[in-house]
């Protein structure tokens, strides 16, 4: 028959053999390492496809994700830190997903160590989720939001804040934000220090961001919510 395909009980034998090959082959593969920081930043250029998220939920469901990935790392870089004035805390830029330039899918990471018992004072993250990593040592971890609206970051007057959660962060766990929830927070190391690591997500623009000062008592004896004001940053800083 002309044209016609003849196989071979010996064609068998051989697309067998090389079926064999490639499942060998693969199984062979070295797996990803979820424990290396180069993975991690694989992982995270997967994870900024799907910015920019909008609903609560969507960037709930996003930075926990992101943490669960991060907590896997076994050891993160530290790069050359530099002082934030005589505060006892230390920051660099660590890392960036590519190309830097990608300000709606780009995920940013910061390194701190602060130094035993020192404080990181109350900020917020306007528009970002952020998902914190403990390294070493300890912090204390506590989380507020502005009870109703709160005024520009130009205003001078007083405005009230809802402490929503503290947690003590340890190496391998995590602290996280949304836009929507927990957005205020401040960290208090422990008698040992402490190291950790940002990984920051924008979801609407970049507003800029303010420190806070807290009152250290609640408005009511046993209460969650606080007076606050905008603070200026600190000229040595």
């Given at each position: 028959m002309p044209n016609a395909i003849e196989i071979t009980r010996r064609d068998l034998l051989l697309v067998g053999a090389s079926g064999a090959f490639m499942l060998t082959s693969f199984a062979s593969a070295e797996p990803p390492d979820p424990g290396?920081?180069?993975?991690?930043?694989?992982?995270?250029?997967?994870?900024?496809?799907?910015?920019?998220?909008?609903?609560?939920?969507?960037q709930d469901a996003y930075i926990y994700e992101v943490a669960a990935r991060a907590?896997?790392?076994?050891?993160?870089?530290?790069?050359?830190?530099?002082?934030?004035?005589?505060?006892g805390v230390e920051i660099r830029p660590l890392a960036r997903t590519q190309p830097p330039t990608d300000v709606v899918h780009g995920i940013a990471l910061v390194s701190y160590r602060m130094a035993p018992n020192a404080l990181l004072r109350a900020h917020n993250h306007p528009n970002y989720s952020v998902a914190t990593i403990g390294i070493e040592g300890e912090a204390l971890v506590t989380h507020y939001e502005p009870d109703g609206s709160a005024p520009p970051f130009s205003s001078t007057s007083a405005f009230t804040v809802r402490r929503t959660a503290e947690r003590l962060l340890r190496a391998?766990?995590?602290?996280?934000?949304?836009?929507?929830?927990d957005n205020i927070h401040t960290f208090r190391a422990g008698p040992s220090g402490a190291r950790f690591v940002d990984l920051f997500s924008n979801h609407g623009g970049d507003v800029g961001f303010s420190y806070l000062d807290i009152d250290s008592k609640p408005t009511q004896v046993g209460g969650d919510l606080f007076s606050a004001r905008w603070a200026p940053m600190p000229s040595s800083m």
């Open positions: 290396s920081f180069a993975e991690l930043m694989t992982a995270l250029e997967l994870f900024g496809d799907q910015l920019p998220l909008s609903s609560k939920a969507e907590m896997l790392v076994d050891s993160f870089p530290m790069p050359k830190m530099g002082e934030m004035g005589r505060t391998r766990e995590a602290s996280t934000l949304s836009p929507s929830r």
